[in-house]
């Protein structure tokens, strides 16, 4: 009988040293998962590619297929550092224009940072780096919605290579707004009612 309770106390010491040695890694795990709300994302607006990320510098450096990797993780740096957004989105010269392949510029032929959507005000939370190579003015195929994650839920803006039009419904439809340059709190009309999104100049 004596030997049946040591060893039903061992196994149930053991019991709880595995459990103990499982319960960090498991709050590790909680820990780690990226928290959708600020999440910093990626669409390419061509083919409707969407990845995202923890940081903005990972964000920025997938946005640019790894042509710049050393951006600043606050985005209030970011859209302050000119030589960057020029990194980003061309030269203010080039603006608008779909990038020609035979151009000189490094962006030539690339997809370009076209505008930047935020979740909260001034350019905080989650946020959407919206990339293409038609330049602005172009009716990109993806752009007629939001998606699920992001449908009702912009409150800033910034431009890249265009401005950026919100609309309160997919497909274009109800109201509609268009921000140029960096553009902390989209107002109380359109603050979380973006639904669908086009570019301009």
């Not at 319960?23 to 959708?36: H, N």
């Not at 990038?99 to 490094?106: D, E, L, R």
């Not at 800033?156 to 340059?181: E, K, M, N, P």
Request: a neutral charge; proline letters at 3%.
């Amino acid at each position: 009988m004596k030997t049946a309770r040591t060893l039903a106390a061992l196994g149930l010491g053991t019991l709880a040293t595995v459990a103990a040695l499982a319960s960090p890694a498991v709050a590790q795990d909680t820990k780690a998962a990226p928290d959708k709300a600020n999440q910093q994302c990626v669409v390419n607006t061509d083919n409707g590619d969407r990845a995202c990320f923890a940081t903005h510098r990972e964000a920025i450096a997938y946005a640019t297929k790894g042509r710049v990797t050393d951006a600043p993780n606050d985005a209030r740096a970011a859209l302050k550092d000119e030589k960057l957004q020029e990194r980003l989105s061309g030269p203010r010269s080039q603006h608008g224009i779909k990038p020609a392949k035979n151009a000189k510029s490094a962006l030539a032929a690339e997809s370009r940072v076209l505008a930047t959507v935020y979740r909260d005000k001034d350019f905080g939370g989650g946020s959407v780096y919206f990339t293409g190579s038609q330049g602005c003015s172009f009716r990109y195929p993806w752009s007629a919605t939001m998606g699920d994650d992001w449908n009702d839920a912009v409150s800033s803006t910034a431009s890249g290579q265009c401005d950026i039009t919100l609309y309160q419904h997919a497909d274009y439809r109800g109201f509609s707004q268009t921000f140029r340059g960096n553009v902390p709190y989209v107002g109380d009309a359109m603050n979380d009612q973006a639904s669908s999104y086009s570019f301009d100049r």
